[in-house]
């Protein structure tokens, strides 16, 4: 899918441990509103790149020249699964055209860049699981829903993520499903 083809698109970010609730709800959002889906991706290692002067960083979180073959593997084994959650979840038949993009730099602002750039319609994400890990990461790096929601110019979703047993895409054990961690 081109950029042309992406204009307007429902963009979700991805990673691995994600809950596919996020993916599955952004798929139906697109789907409703007849537009593609672009999943986005910013690579783990890659929030550096904020530090460069501002020309480079644009060109270099949309698209990076250079993805380490760990990176790679991740979005494959990532795209693999976000392909697996959207066939499962879409009794139907119906799926939007999907891609997924590598991102780099800070999650909220590459996400945001990404968004600008393909004239989103929306953007989602979800929420942090629960736990004093995760809780460390929100107080060290804050929260990229909160970031997302006060800089954007689309509408940002929030999709809620932590465990229970009411929540669609729940496992039997009251632990969400999530995209495959690669091993």
Request: charged share 20%.
């Amino acid at each position: 899918m081109s950029v042309e083809d992406s204009h307007g698109a429902v963009v979700v970010g991805v990673h691995p441990d994600q809950s596919v609730a996020v993916v599955q709800e952004a798929a139906r959002l697109a789907v409703a509103l007849g537009r593609p889906l672009v999943c986005a991706y910013v690579t783990e290692d890659s929030y550096l790149t904020e530090w460069d002067r501002a020309d480079m960083r644009e060109d270099a979180s949309l698209h990076p020249a250079d993805v380490a073959s760990e990176d790679e593997r991740v979005a494959l084994e990532l795209a693999a699964a976000i392909g697996a959650a959207l066939t499962s979840s879409h009794a139907d038949g119906v799926e939007p055209p999907w891609t997924l993009r590598i991102l780099a730099g800070d999650p909220s602002k590459a996400l945001g860049r990404v968004a600008a750039e393909l004239g989103a319609r929306l953007l989602v994400v979800g929420t942090r699981g629960r736990g004093v890990e995760r809780a460390l990461e929100e107080w060290l790096g804050g929260s990229v829903a909160a970031h997302l929601a006060h800089d954007q110019a689309c509408p940002v979703v929030v999709v809620p993520t932590h465990d229970g047993p009411t929540r669609p895409g729940s496992a039997q054990n009251g632990r969400a499903d999530t995209l495959a961690r690669p091993g």
